[in-house]
């Protein structure tokens, strides 16, 4: 199983980013988003069950992210809008195959992080 985080980079406040994680050696599967700010722990921001399309997010990211999939299924989104300072942070994309979950445990697979970075 592989997984390819693509997609960050920096923006302004009120901007946004779109992210992308490509999985690939699992099939279906649930994709989490996770993110670890400077200093920090790493926290769940939100999942994507590629099956059934269900999605949960943490209550900092509701209203402002979301997710989807491309239309080939093995490539799943994460489109941030009205980024905030607090948003800067490594976001890191990981799969499994049993179900949404934005624990850390939850998740057998992992990509590489891709950096996010919000400022004016």
């Known amino acids: 199983v592989q997984l390819q985080a693509s997609g960050g980079g920096s923006a302004q406040p009120g901007e946004s980013l779109r992210l992308s994680c490509a999985v690939s050696g699992l099939d279906p599967y649930v994709v989490g988003w996770f993110r670890q700010a400077p200093g920090k722990e790493v926290e769940g921001v939100g999942c994507f069950s590629i099956s059934d399309s269900k999605t949960h997010y943490v209550d900092s990211v509701k209203g402002r992210f979301a997710l989807s999939r491309a239309q080939a299924k093995n490539t799943v989104y994460l489109q941030m809008n009205n980024l905030k300072p607090g948003d800067t942070a490594v976001y890191y994309c990981?799969?499994?195959?049993?179900?949404?979950?934005?624990?850390?445990?939850?998740?057998?697979?992992w990509g590489q992080g891709t950096k996010v970075t919000v400022s004016s």
């Open positions: 990981a799969a499994n195959a049993n179900g949404l979950g934005t624990e850390i445990s939850d998740y057998d697979y």
